[in-house]
């Protein structure tokens, strides 16, 4: 028998995330620090809409772009959060989470041969969508000197005549890294310059901790070459609902809804019930679970602190990515051994990118209880290695 | 920085001050100071613990008692409900809107007692009050069920 395959998929690595979680389930008293989304259940009122949908009988398919009042309580959001407003008619499309966004947006815009700027440390679908759609990833290498933020430099020297789309991941999986306004300011001038798209994942926007989130899309000449990407799962803890949008102008968007219509039809139409809910009346779920994040958050640095582990103040999403390079170990030298002696897992920095070697990922989408017993194992991993090297 | 710190230690009165203060990123000594003065302003009244007695061999029975009650010229409910309260058996009174006025929680040693209580104590001060006793562990039960992250 020939098994057909696709070669171009053979020779996709799977993603590098999982491996340490699947030892954590089989080891006894291991915990993790691993896990990519909130530890809240999704609002109850968000949860009761859902079901009230249920009970109606709301079970049929939406339109293709999404519920008429989704997309015009989301129209309405944006411009009410970020400053930036799309037709909730042409200029928007509800995806099944914000992964089905990016890989349709990648296959609506790209050609053969044509390359895709991907920023890493980041997410780690950019580059397998990217090659999916026939397109060439080229990768910028973030740096921790500058808070793996995009500079303009670093944007510059990576675009070629055959440059068509930046991927713009802020705030950051896995770094915790942001985009301030000033940062943006001057990634835009050169898209505009050198007439380059922009896919901008903005998932983790309500999950700022310093100063309000930037849209790129607010920026002057940006709406009309900036495909924007959101959605409900790490603002509203909605992950397993699969609800996210993609906005941007109606050309791209128009061909990107042709591609969700033949593979996916609609978005889950309980989920869009929810997610009108969230829209409208979620902002202070979204500000009580940001509060409990950042405290969190500043708990973990001033636990590096104490024990003197290297880390940038990451100032989003739910992330810390210390700096592990004093060891002298590979990021997944180290992450093995975290998990088989202190019986602890997070990710290396290399699942996200060669050049996270060196770096640990820790996310703290985890109670603060459960947060100091993973420090307390961590102070003493570094203590004992600290020893070892005769330190 | 008032609210952020009642919302940390209403959940958790223990929590030290400094880790306090790194929860919310302000210095130790402002946060000590913060919360000093709430006590003396009387924003922060005390620092009790939740104990569910169902799970000791302490025997305890609560009960929400619904009171109805003739308001006094120009006292309101104040009067009375001071007067129950005085009572050493009573945890609580709530002034509520519906079907009664006051809601009274007590507590005694055995059902018998708080019954006692409700007859002898509270039921001979006035004609014109009604008691109308709601004694039972499941109403209680929910206080124990504390509302968490997770809900």
């Known amino acids: ?391 | 920085m008032r609210e952020q710190i009642l919302n940390v230690i209403e959940k958790n009165s223990r929590i030290d001050i400094s880790e306090l203060a790194v929860l919310l990123g302000y210095p130790e000594i402002d946060v000590a100071n913060e919360i000093k003065a709430m006590e003396e302003e009387g924003i922060i009244c005390g620092y009790h613990t939740l104990i569910d007695w169902d799970k000791t061999s302490i025997e305890k029975v609560s009960a929400l008692i619904e009171v109805k009650v003739t308001p006094q010229r120009g006292q309101g409910f104040d009067n009375i409900a001071e007067r129950i309260y005085k009572y050493p058996e009573v945890n609580a009174v709530y002034l509520i809107s519906g079907g009664f006025d006051l809601l009274v929680s007590l507590e005694g040693k055995t059902l018998k007692e708080v019954s006692l209580f409700v007859s002898d104590k509270l039921h001979l001060r006035d004609r014109h009050q009604y008691f109308h006793p709601l004694c039972t562990q499941e109403i209680q039960r929910p206080r124990y069920h504390y509302r968490s992250e997770k809900s």
């Open chain 1, 1 to 391: 028998m020939r098994i057909p395959l696709s070669e171009e998929v053979v020779k996709l690595k799977p993603s590098g995330i999982r491996k340490f979680f699947d030892i954590v389930h089989e080891m006894k008293d291991a915990i993790s620090l691993g896990v990519g989304e909130p530890d809240f259940d999704t609002p109850w009122h968000i949860r009761d809409e859902g079901i009230y949908s249920l009970e109606k009988g709301k079970t049929i398919y939406t339109s293709n772009s999404g519920l008429l009042q989704l997309r015009q309580e989301i129209s309405k959001y944006l411009e009410r959060k970020y400053n930036v407003s799309y037709d909730p008619t042409t200029e928007m499309l509800i995806t099944v989470g914000g992964s089905e966004g990016i890989d349709v947006g990648l296959r609506a815009m790209l050609n053969p041969g044509d390359e895709v700027l991907i920023p890493q440390p980041s997410y780690v679908s950019y580059e397998p969508c990217t090659i999916i759609a026939g397109g060439k990833p080229v990768i910028i290498e973030l740096k921790a000197e500058n808070e793996f933020r995009l500079t303009e430099q670093e944007l510059r020297d990576a675009i070629t005549d055959k440059t068509r789309v930046l991927i713009l991941p802020f705030p950051n999986n896995p770094t915790g890294a942001i985009m301030e306004e000033s940062d943006l300011v001057a990634i835009a001038k050169v898209c505009v310059e050198k007439d380059i798209f922009v896919m901008s994942d903005e998932i983790y926007a309500e999950l700022t901790y310093k100063g309000k989130h930037v849209s790129i899309a607010s920026l002057p000449g940006m709406k009309e070459r900036t495909i924007l990407i959101n959605g409900f799962s790490k603002a509203y803890a909605m992950t397993g609902w699969r609800l996210g949008y993609a906005c941007g102008p109606k050309e791209v968007i128009s061909q990107m809804t042709k591609i969700h219509q033949f593979c996916i039809m609609c978005a889950p139409t309980t989920s869009q019930y929810a997610a009108i809910e969230a829209i409208k009346n979620g902002d202070d779920d979204i500000a009580k679970m940001r509060d409990a994040y950042n405290q969190r958050r500043r708990f973990l640095l001033d636990a590096f602190n104490k024990m003197g582990l290297d880390c940038f103040e990451p100032y989003g999403a739910f992330y810390v990515f210390p700096c592990v390079k004093e060891f002298g170990m590979t990021s997944d030298e180290f992450a093995t051994r975290f998990l088989e002696e202190e019986k602890v897992a997070a990710v290396p920095g290399t699942a996200f990118g060669d050049c996270g070697e060196g770096f640990l990922r820790i996310s703290y989408a985890y109670s603060l209880d459960h947060l100091k017993i993973a420090m307390e194992r961590l102070a003493r991993f570094v203590e004992k290695l600290r020893k070892e090297q005769g330190r």
